[in-house]
């Protein structure tokens, strides 16, 4: 019974981290949150332009220049999403 107190603190641990990453695990194959993609435009209020359509029809491409290409926001918002750059270059359309 002794040695059953003594063990009782790590089996607890062991326990408690299973069940932290049973409930904090990564869901695997689940669907991106954004659904459009971007290209810097100064002429535009938030900076970016929506390319989505030209992109899903394959209508453009990205030249060799070191800028941003494509973009897409975690929240489809180019003011308040945090980017992820997609491709660099030019976004030229077709």
């Known amino acids: 019974m002794n040695t059953l107190i003594k063990r009782l603190p790590a089996f607890a641990f062991v326990i408690a981290a299973f ?47 070191g800028m941003d290409c494509l973009v897409e926001f975690s929240n489809d918002n180019p003011a308040t999403g945090i980017p992820n750059v997609l491709s660099e270059g030019e976004f030229v359309e077709l």
């Open 19 to 65: 069940a932290a990453f049973a409930f904090n695990a990564p869901v695997i194959g689940s669907e991106p949150t954004a659904t459009k993609i971007w290209t810097p435009d100064t002429s535009q209020p938030n900076g970016y332009r929506d390319v989505t359509i030209q992109v899903q029809s394959e209508d453009y491409e990205c030249n060799a220049s």
